[in-house]
């Protein structure tokens, strides 16, 4: 055809070079992402009615102690205890501007069978892409240990990281649509959380498999291929109780 | 999570022996700093203490009840009128305010917002760029060349009437003035999202089964043959009749935004306000008099929860020159309340209100004065 089709320079090339790439938010630049196509149900619930509420809840009228790197670290390590606080994390005021929030969700991956045949990274990679919708990174084992039949240096594992509006997007998809669909799912583990406001937990396959992305077509993937995951739930507390305060509050059941 | 739970006995009143039973009261599990946990282990030293044999006019002081006043008797510093000579030895301080509890009793949104022309314009403008910057769709992929389900997709396809970008009209991208393509209509979207996702399969074999069902019902008595109107369940309006009559007592109005309570008291000027009440009794806090002030305001047919034992806002007026005798004005400390289910309901309240409302924030601003409304509006949630 005829048609000339202009693509922006892939590199720059210096002040003085005529032909510079666009700004990354210009649509016509190669870095640009189409920002948000819609409002989202659970962010703005957030905002208008949870954030206000685990405010009120969570208020204290004198600061709570924080660990003041300098003077409490020299105590502990003259009393030879360990240099890790084992406090609670609280944040020193409960203030409008640190009111705990969704920040990101971790989607992974590991598949053992990965070590013998590839095909079964490829059909996670495409699970965890089409559910995310986000392009997934792979990841290479690290150790070599025999029991388990692991080698280093091999394509293991995929990830993929949503974060923003998406992010209230899939958590929302996963407390409406998913996870009721799971049979006999008793709910997150109570004692789930790494004591800096993350919480973990894992589907099975058969889980996976009830996310609509993967039902609509779960014919077209090879049978048996279908992962279980991972998914981690990142959140701007500083400790697992606040955490999974906010958590309740939009939905997600937990067990014990 | 480390949770440290202290059972602590406190010795009650008048009681000649300890008894594991009878005076040990399960504190609520706290989790403190080592340095306040120390406080709560004094009172354990029990055994070793003498028990006197008569009843004391107090609890016994330790670090929970508070220690007996020193100055007064058993005075309510809250309440207004006394004797100016007895008043004065009694308040040791010169300015002295009234102690209120107002309830902010809030109904929050149950539909996501009412979206701004310019917010729907944006996003209509990201997905429509989103549209030209993908690769197309790899349709031979997943429909294969004369199934049904390529059949359907194709129908499903020319129901959807959508913006092709790698077809011949793909220059057309732009909102032509006039469109109304970027904004949300409720209805029409329930009949596209019935055209473009029930199959045909299904759709026919539910109409079919339906056809049957009434054809049976009508033989049965005798009457004319009825179609179904509907073939999936079609959602209520965002509107609701108490939108259209614009009734704001009721609950399922504006259903998109907070409502808050107001109620009327019985003056000309300074009508409506939040209920609230002074504090009654020596030891009611704040949780307990607002939950007490919303009983005798607005009755208790309402299913509520009180948000938390702190107050999320403060309005402090004085009163006018002779008004009292020592209170200098009044502080009312809003506590923060939902309501989940039931309505207000003014018959018999002890407050002698007249009338009440659920409003939005902007609509509480012409209600209410401009010195409240100053006072109160940062508590308020604008959608």
Not at chain 1, 194 to 203: A, E, H, L, P, V
Not at chain 2, 185 to 191: G, M, Q, S
Not at chain 2, 334 to 344: E, H, N
Request: hydrophobic share 35%; net charge positive.
């Amino acid at each position: 055809r005829a048609k000339y089709q202009y693509r922006s320079p892939r590199y720059y090339r210096g002040r003085l070079a005529p032909n510079m790439p666009p700004p990354s938010a210009s649509p016509s630049s190669r870095l640009f992402i189409p920002g948000p196509f819609a409002a989202e149900r659970l962010e703005d619930h957030y905002w208008n009615t949870i954030a206000s509420d685990l405010q009120v809840l969570s208020y204290v009228h004198k600061q709570n102690p924080t660990f003041d790197i300098e003077k409490d670290y020299r105590q502990l390590t003259a009393l030879r205890l360990p240099p890790k606080p084992t406090r609670r994390q609280l944040p020193a005021l409960r203030t409008f501007r640190n009111i705990p929030r969704l920040t990101g969700i971790t989607v992974h991956s590991m598949v053992r069978e990965a070590m013998k045949d590839s095909a079964y990274l490829h059909a996670a990679g495409m699970i965890v892409q089409s559910i995310t919708g986000v392009r997934a990174s792979v990841h290479k084992s690290k150790e070599n240990i025999g029991m388990w039949e692991l080698r280093s240096g091999k394509s293991i594992s995929v990830t993929a990281q949503v974060k923003g509006r998406s992010a209230y997007r899939f958590l929302a998809q996963l407390i409406d649509v998913v996870l009721p669909r799971i049979k006999d799912w008793k709910g997150v583990a109570g004692g789930s959380g790494d004591s800096s406001g993350n919480i973990t937990f894992g589907m099975s396959p058969e889980a996976v498999s009830m996310f609509p992305e993967i039902e609509v077509n779960y014919d077209m993937y090879p049978p048996k291929m279908v992962p279980g995951l991972h998914i981690t739930i990142h959140t701007s507390a500083g400790n697992d109780v606040d955490a999974k305060i906010l958590l309740k509050a939009m939905g997600l059941p937990f067990d014990g | 999570m480390n949770v440290s739970c202290k059972t602590l006995r406190l010795r009650g009143l008048g009681t000649n022996e300890l008894t594991n039973n009878q005076n040990s009261l399960p504190v609520i599990c706290l989790n403190l700093p080592a340095a306040a946990q120390r406080i709560f282990d004094a009172p354990r030293v029990a055994t070793t203490i003498t028990h006197r044999p008569y009843s004391s006019a107090g609890a016994q002081p330790n670090s929970i009840t508070p220690p007996p006043a020193i100055t007064s008797p058993a005075v309510n510093p809250t309440e207004g009128s006394r004797d100016p000579v007895e008043a004065q030895g009694e308040f040791p301080r010169k300015d002295w305010w009234d102690i209120a509890t107002g309830v902010v009793i809030s109904r929050p949104p149950l539909l996501t917002r009412d979206l701004p022309e310019f917010e729907q314009s944006y996003y209509f403008y990201q997905r429509r760029l989103n549209d030209r910057l993908q690769l197309p769709f790899a349709r031979w992929f997943y429909f294969k060349k004369g199934t049904l389900g390529e059949e359907e997709w194709k129908r499903k396809q020319a129901a959807e009437e959508r913006y092709q970008p790698y077809g011949p009209r793909a220059w057309a991208d732009e909102l032509l003035k006039g469109s109304t393509e970027h904004k949300f209509d409720p209805l029409k979207d329930y009949e596209h999202l019935v055209a473009t996702t029930v199959t045909g399969e299904e759709e026919t074999m539910s109409i079919m089964q339906a056809r049957q069902e009434s054809a049976k019902e009508a033989q049965a008595r005798g009457e004319e043959m009825e179609y179904p109107s509907e073939i999936v369940e079609k959602p209520f309006p965002r509107t609701t009749q108490a939108d259209i009559e614009n009734n704001t007592k009721r609950l399922d109005r504006k259903l998109s935004r907070t409502l808050y309570l107001v109620v009327k008291r019985k003056r000309d000027k300074h009508a409506w306000r939040f209920p609230q009440s002074r504090l009654s009794g020596k030891w009611e806090h704040l949780r307990w008099g607002a939950q007490r002030t919303l009983l005798e305001a607005a009755g208790p047919n309402m299913n509520t929860w009180f948000v938390g034992s702190a107050p999320i806002g403060l309005y402090k007026y004085k009163y006018p020159p002779g008004h009292a005798q020592n209170q200098t004005g009044k502080k009312v400390f809003f506590m923060k309340a939902r309501i989940l289910a039931g309505q207000a309901d003014l018959t018999n309240n002890k407050q002698g209100l007249e009338d009440f409302q659920w409003l939005t924030k902007d609509e509480l601003k012409e209600v209410v004065g401009n010195k409240y409304y100053r006072a109160v509006q940062h508590m308020l949630v604008a959608q």
